[in-house]
């Protein structure tokens, strides 16, 4: 089955978003990847805000992506909010490369001049990236709230300590468990 929708072959600049892509089933459903919506082969660069923003059953691949000058620092060239696959694209000259959060798989990009390479939050992947010449290569990190279920790999006794040491915190700031190959 081809996907719904693609979006490809532009020349995007001078926006707050440059491509601003979403495909929802339902509440956080997955479609099957041949039914994503695909954005490939675009110029995305000098956006205010975010070159590309994806969420949900989106495939970024084959773009080139830079020059995004956000907000005190916080501009994004390619950024995820949940799942999605971000792949073969070039990325730099940004506050952040790729940021990439909720299960989203970041592969085969090459990622530089940035700030931070490639940002992974909460279940992110980093597989077979090209990541130099950035302050940070990849950052990690999560906050968590008591609210949040702590990962299997954490000890169970973990956020009990946190709970005690800082009972008013709000969340605190751990070092999350994340795949990283390269």
Request: charged share 25%; glycine share 10%.
């Amino acid at each position: 089955m081809a996907p719904r929708t693609i979006v490809s072959g532009n020349t995007i600049h001078n926006e707050e978003i440059g491509i601003d892509a979403m495909y929802r089933l339902g509440f956080f459903e997955t479609a099957p990847s041949a039914d994503w919506l695909r954005v490939e082969d675009n110029q995305v660069f000098g956006n205010l805000e975010v070159g590309i923003r994806l969420q949900e059953n989106v495939l970024v691949t084959n773009n080139v992506v830079h020059g995004q000058r956000g907000y005190g620092g916080g501009s994004r060239g390619i950024s995820s909010f949940s799942a999605g696959t971000i792949a073969n694209n070039q990325v730099y000259d940004n506050d952040f490369g790729v940021f990439a959060e909720s299960d989203t798989l970041v592969e085969n990009n090459d990622s530089y001049l940035n700030a931070v390479g490639v940002y992974l939050d909460r279940e992110g992947q980093a597989i077979g990236n090209r990541i130099h010449s950035n302050d940070v290569g990849i950052r990690t990190d999560r906050m968590v709230s008591r609210r949040d279920r702590i990962t299997s790999r954490s000890r169970p006794d973990d956020d009990r300590r946190r709970t005690e040491r800082f009972p008013r915190a709000r969340a605190s700031r751990i070092q999350h468990d994340c795949r990283v190959r390269g």
